[in-house]
Nanobody, 122 residues
Framework: QVQLVESGGGLVQAGGSLSVSCAVS????????MAWYRQAPGRQREMVAT???????NYADSVKGRFTTSRDNTKNTVYLQMNSLKAEDTAVYYC????????????????WGQGTQVTVSS
C-alpha cells in the first residue's frame, strides 16, 4: 500500500517562511510527477506547484518568486519552501504523487497526502 506522509507547516507571521515535506512510502515501481495543492476554507483546491521526475517545475502565478519546490528521488520525498508568506497563503496544503505500480501491466495511480495546515497571521 502506498502512503504519502506530510510534515511541516504551522503558524507564521506574514512575511515569514515555512517549509513542508511529503514522503512516499510503500511498494511501487517509481514516482512520476509530484505536486503541491492547497485548499482554503470555502474555496476549491488549487495547484501550487508541480515537479516532474526530471525536475521540470511549474508554479501557480500567485506563488511564483516566493515558493520553491524540490524533490529527492532517492528519498521519494518532495519539498515546498514557502517564503514571504501572505495571509492569503493560509490553507491546508496537500501533496500529490503520480505513482507507477507494476502488476500484470504498468499503470499509474494518483495518491494524496493527508494535508497539513499552514496559517499566516497578518
Amino acid at each position: 500500500q502506498v502512503q504519502l506522509v506530510e510534515s511541516g507547516g504551522g503558524l507564521v507571521q506574514a512575511g515569514g517562511s515555512l517549509s513542508v515535506s511529503c514522503a512516499v512510502s510503500g511498494s511501487f515501481f517509481s514516482i512520476n510527477t509530484m505536486a503541491w495543492y492547497r485548499q482554503a476554507p470555502g474555496r476549491q483546491r488549487e495547484m501550487v506547484a508541480t515537479i516532474t521526475r526530471g525536475e521540470n517545475i511549474n508554479y501557480a502565478d500567485s506563488v511564483k518568486g516566493r515558493f520553491t519546490t524540490s524533490r529527492d528521488n532517492t528519498k521519494n520525498t518532495v519539498y515546498l519552501q514557502m517564503n514571504s508568506l501572505k495571509a492569503e497563503d493560509t490553507a491546508v496544503y496537500y501533496c500529490k504523487a503520480n505513482v507507477v505500480l507494476r502488476g500484470p501491466s504498468v499503470y499509474t495511480v494518483a495518491y494524496w497526502g493527508q494535508g497539513t495546515q499552514v496559517t499566516v497571521s497578518s
